[in-house]
């Protein structure tokens, strides 16, 4: 048994989601107890720099210095916090840092992916050690670098006659496919980032609420809009909806440039804010219905989303309509806290690291093997092990 905390930011950049379990592993899977979970919200200041820099702002290499030493201050802090109390704490922290660059891998050019807050300075501050810098490994055989978490959806998510698909919805989509009995089959299971989230619903609500929002709780404003399909169907006509598996994106393609161009296609539809909300829900909930109809050998069983997306109800509901009759679910359903899954796998990830255990499943990102994911740095120094 050994007690790890896991730490992520993702792109939608609201805060450190962080996990503290307890992992029992057997020659074949793993068990895991969930001891405490917390979100960490950046201050307005850091996360304002943040989404800066993903929006494709330019610093300079001493902005960038300040901006990771910071990062890596508010993850050691929420790594501290986390465990605060619970004794015996843990012995290991897996953070998989806050995403600031992707490029995925095409054609002949390597992928590069980019997280702020390095690994050595969590493990000086927290006095643990602490696995970071997941993607480099994969990226570097080749792969995509994303979606990690499908190995780990396969050993903790699986089910024995049900074929499920793990649907992500944070600021990115991503989906692991698990046919049953995933674990004994792993090179039938695929994955893929399946375009927008929640980034393009975010940021026009901040622009709709003149930054008095974040995002659109529960759904509701988007709920008092009628979503034009035939924008939805004009949208889904980009590249990446018609690219094939293995493929990842960010924030670089469905930011605030993409989100322009939406909005400047719907002018002639004279839509309202709740209408243009409604309309990028669809485009969300569209794009992994159609992922699914494409790419999939076949449709679920059952479908179970995590992320903060799957708290939207009028999001849920729409990608019920779509799928139906498969059961839109979420992870909590089966055991599993959709708010920290994320945070979970990466505390298994890292956890799998410190025993030498290959982390990425290359049927996912196309990487041309399987490989160790993530440097270990202790309290004394960097490991280079094998
Ligand atoms: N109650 C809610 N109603 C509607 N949307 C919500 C709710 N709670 C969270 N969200 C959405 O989820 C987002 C945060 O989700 P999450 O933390 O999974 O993103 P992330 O991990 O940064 O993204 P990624 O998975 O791309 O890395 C918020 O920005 C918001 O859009
Ligand atoms: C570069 C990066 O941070 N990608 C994220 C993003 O957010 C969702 C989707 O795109 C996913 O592929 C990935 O993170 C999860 C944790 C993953 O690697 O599985």
């Not at 020659?27 to 969930?34: A, H, P």
């Not at 997941?134 to 050993?155: E, H, I, T, W």
């Not at 695929?190 to 940021?203: E, K």
């Not at 410190?354 to 160790?372: D, F, H, M, Y």
Request: aromatic residues 8%; charged residues 15%; proline residues 5%.
């Amino acid at each position: 048994m050994v007690r790890v905390i896991g730490l992520i930011s993702g792109t939608s950049v609201d805060g450190i989601d962080a996990a503290f379990v307890e992992i029992k592993s057997s020659s074949t899977s793993v068990q895991i107890q969930l001891i405490a979970a917390q979100t960490y919200p950046y201050s307005p200041e850091l996360r304002s720099q943040i989404l800066r820099l993903c929006g494709g702002e330019s610093i300079s290499m001493a902005e960038l210095a300040q901006l990771d030493d910071a990062v890596a201050i508010a993850f050691a802090l929420a790594a501290r916090a986390i465990q605060g109390g619970f004794e015996p704490g843990a012995t290991l922290i897996g953070s998989h840092g806050q995403t600031v660059f992707h490029r995925p891998q095409k054609e002949n050019q390597l992928g590069y992916s980019l997280q702020l807050g390095r690994g050595a300075v969590i493990a000086q501050l927290t006095n643990l050690t602490t696995v970071s810098n997941f993607r480099v490994a994969d990226l570097a055989v080749g792969g995509q670098g994303a979606p990690l978490v499908s190995r780990v959806d396969a050993d903790i998510l699986s089910h024995p006659t049900y074929c499920r698909c793990v649907q992500n919805i944070g600021g990115i989509g991503n989906v692991t496919y698990l046919p049953p009995d995933a674990l004994n089959c792993s090179e039938q299971i695929i994955g893929w980032d399946t375009g927008p989230g929640n980034s393009l619903l975010d940021l026009a609500v901040q622009s709709f609420s003149h930054g008095t929002k974040t995002y659109d709780q529960d759904g509701a404003w988007a709920a008092q809009g009628t979503p034009c399909m035939s924008l939805v169907e004009q949208w889904l006509k980009q590249d990446f909806f018609q690219q094939p598996p293995p493929k990842s994106t960010g924030r670089e393609l469905f930011g605030q440039d993409y989100l322009q161009q939406c909005l400047t296609a719907a002018q002639p539809y004279h839509l309202s804010e709740a209408d243009l909300l409604a309309t990028l829900t669809e485009l969300t909930t569209a794009s992994i219905e159609q992922s699914y109809r494409q790419f999939l050998p076949q449709m679920p069983d059952q479908v179970l989303l995590c992320g903060g997306g799957s708290d939207n109800l009028f999001l849920k509901q729409s990608l019920q309509k779509r799928l139906n009759p498969i059961p839109v679910m979420t992870t909590s359903e089966v055991g599993m806290d959709a708010n920290f899954k994320e945070a979970i796998a990466f505390a298994v990830l890292a956890y799998w690291r410190s025993q030498g255990i290959v982390g990425n499943l290359p049927e996912v990102t196309g990487a041309k093997t399987a490989v160790l994911l993530g440097e270990i740095h202790t309290a004394w120094g960097t490991r280079v092990v094998r």
